[in-house]
């Protein structure tokens, strides 16, 4: 994210200066691919070519200064590096997208999501995707996708949007007393104003979100765009392309015009944690 803002800041300077791309490559050493990599955005400029371009540029000490921040923290991963060994390089891209966006939409077919789940339900899900991880690995993964979590409880909250199945409410991921404290997490979620949960009942029968799970991320900044992220046995995907941001966005509303209004959400959800309860109370 930061080398797109990056690109976009150098794209900007080198237009207001009045250069093209030819322009640049003529009055310094930069190469044409170098240049056009640095502005796609596909790599980090050294910072021998980042002070050549600013230079060149002429820019004032307040975008200098922005562009500088951002070259300094385009490879960091800030709280996510303690964990950056266990996880994959997709998801740990994906962390870092969740943490810089401001809006996330998610449908879930089967699973409670991950910035809704407590820790027991997510050691469940985690130990039943790797049965052959090492308890040191399990709990590094735990802990990463608990401290996702602060992204709901910073100053400026992200805004999220879940729509799930209710098959993900009924699945015993832990089984009975794991199921009902994260049924009892998931009621908790109507006192949060920037969480919206929605849950497309059994009766919906078939739907456009059956054949697999997906998240929208959107940005603050305009340069940064949307971006559909998607989890699945093969591969994880990451789609950038305007039809895919349409696709997906037109099937995100299709699920939530299905879907029962909070409210009704929250209600089948008491209801499920109870059957869950009585389970527990006959056990």
């Keep these: 994210m930061r080398l797109r803002r990056l690109a976009s800041e150098l794209k900007r300077a080198r237009k207001a200066a009045g250069l093209s791309q030819g322009d640049v490559t003529a009055q310094t050493r930069i190469s044409p691919a170098t240049l056009y990599r640095i502005e796609k955005p596909e790599g ?123 098959a993900a409410l009924h699945r015993q991921v832990g089984g009975p007393h794991v199921m009902a404290e994260q049924l009892q997490r998931l009621e908790a979620t109507v006192d949060l104003p920037h969480v919206s949960l929605h849950v497309i009942p059994w009766d919906v029968g078939a739907h456009p979100g059956m054949p697999g799970s997906f998240v929208v991320l959107s940005f603050a900044d305009p340069d940064d765009g949307q971006i559909v992220y998607i989890d699945s046995m093969a591969n994880d995907s990451f789609l950038e392309s305007p039809a895919d941001i349409d696709r997906y966005g037109g099937i995100f509303d299709d699920l939530r015009r299905r879907a029962l209004s909070p409210d009704d959400s929250v209600a089948l959800i008491a209801k499920t944690r109870r059957e869950c309860t009585r389970e527990l109370e006959t056990a």
Excluded: C
């Excluded at 400029?45 to 060149?56: A, G, H, K, V």
């Excluded at 266990?86 to 962390?95: Q, S």
């Excluded at 943490?99 to 910035?115: F, K, Q, S, T």
């Excluded at 709990?139 to 400026?156: G, I, P, S, W």
């Design 44 to 166: 980090r400029p050294q910072m021998r070519t980042l002070l050549t371009l600013l230079d060149l540029y002429g820019v004032g000490a307040d975008v200098r200064s922005r562009v500088m921040a951002l070259h300094e923290g385009a490879d960091t991963q800030g709280w996510l590096r303690p964990y950056r060994d266990a996880l994959r390089d997709e998801y740990n891209a994906y962390i870092q997208f969740e943490a810089e966006a401001m809006v996330v939409r998610n449908w879930e077919a089967l699973y409670i999501p991950g910035l809704l789940q407590t820790e027991p339900y997510a050691h469940a899900v985690i130990k039943g995707h790797l049965p052959n991880a090492t308890p040191e690995d399990l709990e590094q993964r735990v802990k990463a996708r608990m401290d996702r979590q602060e992204v709901l409880t910073k100053k400026d909250p992200l805004e999220l949007t879940v729509i799930m199945d209710e």
